[in-house]
């Protein structure tokens, strides 16, 4: 049996520390403090060529147990649908009325981070409600 790996989350994005900063908002995560020698990232970044300043940043989770998630800089922007999202789990084990409500005050939350609500998806047979967003940047995650 092979050894579970440790994995990254990466998101190409226009603007990496605005995006990173918005899900360190989302999941409790943390930005890392400035490399060495470097009071804030600001003055990280101003001593970079023009070219490379604010191109990426991360967040990770302060226990240890989330991925680390890269946000980096790339001239295309943002025009099919994400391949892969995030569902963050805010309702995990709620049912109905309760699960809605959870749904409801985390997506209030986060639409005032900037994200936007999509569409409530409404429980069914097989499925629990969940509601469709984007973040900051137009990339789709669901709340769980």
């Not at 930005?31 to 001593?47: E, H």
Request: hydrophobic share 40%; charged share 30%; proline share 6%.
């Amino acid at each position: 049996m092979s050894s579970i790996k440790k994995f990254q989350v990466t998101f190409d994005c226009a603007e990496p520390e605005r995006v990173a900063r918005f899900w360190c908002e989302v999941l409790g995560y943390v930005a890392p403090p400035p490399p060495a020698g470097f009071a804030t990232w600001d003055d990280f970044n101003l001593s970079l060529p023009a070219e490379q300043r604010d191109s990426w940043f991360a967040c990770s989770d302060p226990s240890g147990v989330g991925p680390r998630m890269y946000f980096q800089r790339v001239p295309e922007g943002k025009v099919v649908k994400n391949r892969l999202h995030l569902d963050v789990r805010v309702a995990t084990g709620l049912v109905g009325e309760e699960r809605l409500a959870a749904l409801e005050a985390e997506c209030a939350r986060l639409v005032a981070l900037g994200a936007v609500r999509e569409r409530l998806l409404a429980a069914d047979e097989e499925n629990e409600s969940c509601i469709a967003m984007r973040d900051v940047e137009g990339n789709e995650f669901c709340l769980d």
